[in-house]
């Protein structure tokens, strides 16, 4: 069964830095691409960021972007999200998700972050 | 940058169709995606590559996408069909996922 959790979520000031951690099990995790989709309440769905199989490729969002940075470690099958320079409107529900071509097949419950001071 | 319509909001009444549809520039040449996001939960995708389901969704669900305009069908509504349905493309000319602002479908 595939499994996606996240972590790492919480109450940080603006300015503050987090870092969010996705575990995955039961699948092939060094193959796959992920994904960093994010929901703030009450809205809609808004992508964060890429990261091919290999971390070669990575894409970011224009509003993350010199901000955030994703990574992985196919040796411990985690996905990571580190935050910098966090704003108010970066508070949502941050979900992990597996790539499956240009969608993403499997999601995580998400980790909820808070920006306020 | 690219941008998806759907409508905010469809109604439908139990065994009819519902159609939510995805608005965008071209979209017919593009992978178009759905998901399903019930409340308190994460997304499920329902199709993915215009048309296609993934395994365990069921036969209802369906989509199509021609011109500039994709649409996901599903029919026989049944209660448990009431979500927010997102659409979702990869925009190639700048290297960057889009979502659709998201559909309510409320089931009468």
């Known amino acids: 069964e595939v499994q996606l959790v996240e972590s790492g979520g919480g109450l940080v000031q603006p300015g503050g830095s987090l870092r969010l951690s996705c575990v995955a099990s039961?699948?092939?995790?060094?193959?796959?691409?992920m994904n960093w989709v994010r929901q703030a309440p009450g809205k809609g769905l808004e992508w964060v960021s890429y990261?091919?199989?290999?971390?070669?490729?990575?894409y970011y969002a224009d509003s993350v972007k010199g901000r955030f940075t994703i990574s992985r470690d196919s040796a411990k099958n985690s996905l990571f999200l580190q935050m910098n320079s966090l704003r108010a409107e970066d508070s949502a529900v941050y979900y992990c998700?597996?790539?499956?071509?240009?969608?993403?097949?499997?999601w995580g419950q998400g980790t909820l972050v808070t920006v306020s001071s | 940058s690219y941008v998806l319509t759907q409508p905010p909001s469809v109604s439908v009444a139990p065994g009819q169709t519902a159609r939510i549809t995805c608005g965008g520039n071209?979209?017919?040449?593009?992978?178009v995606h759905w998901y399903q996001q019930k409340p308190g939960q994460a997304p499920v995708l329902v199709v993915y590559d215009d048309s296609d389901r993934p395994s365990g969704i069921p036969e209802r669900f369906s989509g199509s996408n021609s011109g500039n305009t994709a649409t996901l069908t599903i029919s026989r509504v049944e209660g448990g069909d009431e979500a927010d349905y997102y659409c979702?493309?990869?925009?190639?000319?700048?290297?960057?996922?889009?979502f659709g602002g998201g559909t309510k479908l409320t089931v009468l």
């Open positions: 990261i091919s199989n290999t971390g070669f490729t990575i």
């Open positions: 979702q493309v990869w925009d190639s000319s700048s290297d960057l996922v889009v």
């Open positions: 071209n979209i017919g040449s593009k992978s």
């Open positions: 998700a597996r790539g499956k071509g240009s969608s993403s097949d499997y």
């Open positions: 039961g699948f092939t995790f060094s193959s796959s691409e």
